[in-house]
């Protein structure tokens, strides 16, 4: 088996400031191996898809499993989470819980990815899911924040739906992979949704994401083929036409006929 050598922390902080990362959500095999075909940098992914399998897919890429914001309670909880999806082949987690239950992480080693500007699991406390740093209050609560995640061992920060210059200037003043969803391109890596990318996203659309390919479309296709072909089966099996007598399997005429004269003697 040929043999990968996947980026560790340690290189991706070598490349802040060098040159744009690239990092997309992914949720099957499918789309997994197509990004490691296509050389994506890193892959966010649900942790339920880590395993062997994953990693035969996409040997390459820095994968970063999410730890979903209440789906755990306590930093034992996400600790013994953490450590499984690292031993399934992850290699950082994604942890937008508590400052004490990062550092917490961090004490044993475990990469952890945070989240600052728009946050969807609370998103109530910024006023929904819109742009976040619009004001200078709120652009200086983003730099505090990101400070406060960089003094508690996050190697890296997602950065979402925040003005261009406020990404920018905040990616400049600190050591963290500043990982951009709708943040420009002064960040360190630009992120995106496989569904978005592929336009297979039937719902709302983020003003960032950008479309390469109309899945939806081609999706609607194969429904509609295969709705046809069920019928088509359905309609043969009515008329007759199937099964023909190349899909049955056949017999020998004698042995038919003995087996034949055994029944008929057993109903006598």
Known sequence: ????????VADLLSLKGKRQLTMLRVTTLEEAEAAERA??????VPPALLG?????????????????????????EYMREAFKALKAGGDAVYCAASLAIIRRMRDEGIPVCSHVGLIPSK??????????????????????????????GAFAVEIEVVPGDVAA???QRTSMLMISMGAGTGCDAQYLFADDVLGSNRGHRPRHAKVYRDFAAEFDRLQNERVAAFAEFAGDVRSGVY??????????????????????????
Request: cysteine-free; charged content about 25%.
């Open 1 to 8: 088996m040929q043999k990968h050598n996947r980026p560790t």
């Open 39 to 44: 050389g994506i940098d890193m892959l966010s």
């Open 52 to 76: 062997p399998s994953f990693r035969e897919a996409a040997p390459s890429p820095f994968a970063i499993p999410g730890l979903e914001y209440g789906d755990y309670v306590s930093a034992e």
């Open 123 to 152: 998103a109530t406390w910024t006023g929904g899911f819109r742009a976040v740093g619009k004001t200078s209050i709120s652009a200086f609560e983003i730099w505090r924040q990101t400070k406060a995640l960089e003094e508690a």
């Open 169 to 171: 200037a905040i990616s």
């Open 243 to 268: 099964p023909e007598k190349k899909h049955q399997v056949g017999i020998d005429r004698q042995e038919l006929e003995a087996f034949l004269h055994m029944i008929a003697e057993q109903t006598l």
